[in-house]
């Protein structure tokens, strides 16, 4: 009985190790706050915490409810990977939460 039990655990910690192999190394964050400025490629937002936030937009960010460029002031969601690229930025309606529909 203590080798089937032995067997059990060892089987059970190898497959949540290959699992945790395939998952990504971070997951995204959730930023939210108003744009305060643009810094070359990056976004700088103060976030509702009041703490300044620096996000790395490029070509693959995908941006929704702006028609040409985020300016200071607008209040967003963003989508923010480990290393600070923004992997979406949403426009939002102030005190709704909810977002303006747009384009690019």
């Given at each position: ?16 190790t290959?699992?945790?192999?395939g998952?990504?190394?971070t997951?995204a964050?959730v930023?939210k ?14 976030e ?24 200071t ?11 600070g ?8 309606i102030?005190?709704s ?8």
């Open positions: 009985m203590p080798i089937l039990l032995a067997l059990f655990l060892v089987f059970a910690v190898v497959t949540q290959e699992a945790l192999e998952s990504p190394a997951e964050a930023v706050g108003d744009v305060m400025y643009w810094e070359g490629d990056e976004l700088v937002v103060k509702i915490s009041g703490r300044e936030a620096r996000l790395r937009v490029t070509a693959d960010t995908k941006i929704v409810g702006v028609v040409s460029r985020l300016k002031g607008d209040k967003i969601a963003a989508q923010v990977g480990g290393d690229h923004a992997l979406s930025i949403t426009l939002q102030p005190d939460g909810a977002t303006v529909p747009g384009v690019r």
